[in-house]
DNA sequence: GATGAATGAGCATTCATTCAT
DNA sequence: AATGAATGAATGCTCATTCAT
């Protein structure tokens, strides 16, 4: 479970997440459709008659929706990369965070629980946007601003708290940033898409990622 | 530098680099032209007639050498795949391991110079096999069965080996090798993908991740 | 001015240029906005859609009032083609003109301003009309005979009159009718398509060319 | 016949008409398919599939050799723009004119026959180019270079030349021009596309034309 | 009467692949 | 070995028209 404590954030990332609410069933359908069919093949090799067909709609009513194709991968890429964000970017991280948790370990804690969540709903999107950034410059613009920018100066500030409070070792921000990320990421990675079908204890694991990085950031 | 003990695997890594010595100067040009445009927009995004317009042949001529558009992302990804986990296949891997570094550490550190080096020279190799695996049973299937299996079981016997002489923490190796991998591959990717145009001090970053993992590692 | 015995028939012509006093305002509004968009890209690249969009009305309005398109280009069409001959063809047309203009000079003088004015009107449609006829058979059908049947025999009976009262060369009918025209329609045409926007003394003009008919078809 | 005299440029015309003399043999095909089509139903309802079946080759075949169906199109009308100007613009065109007709009325006989058999040749291409200058601009901007431009001013001098000799009446020579321009035209659009199907006594009917135009220009 | 979502045939264009030269 | 013209299936997208509301 959450602290509750940390609550408040959630609720607010649940209410962005219901995105569209005035979407007809059609759109529902082609969208997830879309969805389910970029993830499997890609952007570029899915082919909208595929998806429509899939849908169970007429080709046509996907352009009546989305005018483009392109559009269509921005309406399901666009939401993801803000709820990815989300959980950083509410105007009340930082401080909340500082009065909140008292140890980075629970910062990280709370922080791998919420992801794993946040995966698990969110998977095949996550694939996508993930698979789709490399090859569209406007997507790298929007994810350069929104997460290198907003989120990793927030977060630095959070680590230089801690380092401040001598929790954590004076390495630059940035590389700790990066080595925390690296672990989490690639246990994420490795539970969701390397392998998926294996039975995980996610309390266990995260608790070892939480202790391998605070062993590893240590002060010495 | 690499230790000089190092060199004979190195050796043989490049002697399988020099891929099909029989290759004609179109097809050179051709394989090339393909790389380069396959890492900018992806398999399925990129075209044969702009590949033989930059590699400056014919439409045809791509034909005779590749059988298919397929043939043609296999020739590049296959090879990459073989020399990616070259490292750890030659067959002399464990026991030359076990007899040359007593340390974990400087495993790592030969480890983390060597994908660095790989990584520089072969780029954009590297993000067309990262890019199209996901959509390619075929290639998956190759990936699992060299890598997850061959690879890894290699990798666990050494990282049994280190438990044994009490060095590293009695996780379980799967485990051990995740947490070492995400360190060194989350550096790899934010060197050369995220922030490939930052000044890096690579010797600086290295050692912090080797320390970072260390400690991380260390037995309590 | 037209001169005031010249009253009657355009009073005719007027009346019949009302046309469907029980069209809705939206279905006006469908109208402008379809002779707008004709005039300016052609029927067969205006768009059922584009029309609805500048008329200001939902899609399917259009087709409530108009089963086809090309229902929406013959409403257009028939009237102005109607109006186009109407001068000529109503019923007292010949035994009017042969009491009332002594002189072809007066007659040419009174169809020059007339059509000056009916040009002016009625450009757009007009345009549509030129394009559209060469390429929907049912449309030259009707031109031909209203026109070319109609009102070629009413005129060439004025010709003649004139040829018999010694005014002008006896050529064949049809020949004075097609210089005749040529030199009016040029004129037109100069006018409102290829020089539009040039200041025109259209009196000046317009004397000019009958002058140029008159000394054409004079007998010598 | 034209008269001897003439010829010089008549062969100049002739040069320039032999197009792309390098095309393959589907591509002859191909543009001789794409004149019929857009002759019969214009450009934008003609469509792609229609010309390739008529041509006898793949749709894809069409775009390998124009890039577009616009290129299409430009390919059939600008060779024939510059036809229809090439008689005024050869650069020896005045002087010339000033040297050879010593009356306008030989100049007129000399360029009626050769529009009439420049349209019997082209007819096809010309109404092309009539039906779709109204909607491309380029085309039209091409048109208001070349021919307003270029030819008018040219023409124009060779009127003010016979002004002077006292052939014609002082008018503005845009006037001039606009006169006999809209005679000898309408004479070609009645022989040609009104009523093409009457025997036409051509050599009678330019002769009119020509008295006509003689008698309506001649200093009272 | 008016709407606008839905349709599916049709469009221009692209593409991987073939083959005669 | 190399070419590049030719192919025809497939693609993203548009359009006139229908129909339930």
């Known amino acids: 479970m959450l602290p509750e404590s940390n609550e408040d954030w959630i609720e607010q990332l649940l209410k962005l997440s219901d995105e569209e609410p005035k979407m007809t069933e059609k759109q529902t359908k082609i969208l997830h459709a879309a969805i389910e069919i970029f993830a499997e093949k890609g952007y570029a090799a899915a082919s909208t008659s595929e998806i429509a067909q899939k849908a169970g709609v007429a080709e046509g009513t996907i352009f009546r929706h989305y005018k483009t194709k392109k559009d269509l991968l921005l309406s399901i890429v666009l939401p993801i990369m803000a709820k990815l964000v989300a959980p950083f970017v509410l105007r009340n991280f930082t401080p909340v965070l500082e009065a909140k948790y008292t140890r980075y370990e629970d910062f990280l804690r709370s922080l791998i629980r919420n992801r794993l969540e946040f995966a698990r709903q ?3 999107m996550i694939k996508i946007l993930m698979q789709e950034i490399p090859f569209h410059p406007d997507l790298q613009e929007q994810f350069k601003t929104e997460v290198m920018n907003e989120v990793l100066t927030r977060i630095k500030k959070v680590i230089v708290f801690f380092q401040q409070e001598g929790q954590i070792i004076p ?4 590389t700790v940033v990066r080595l925390t990320a690296s672990v989490i990421i690639g246990f994420l990675i ?14 266990e694991e995260a608790e070892t990622c939480i202790r391998f990085i605070m062993h590893g950031l240590a002060t010495r």
């Open 122 to 124: 969110h998977l095949p």
């Open 171 to 174: 390495l630059p921000a940035a």
């Open 190 to 203: 490795t539970r969701f898409l390397l392998v998926p079908e294996q039975e995980w204890d996610e309390e």
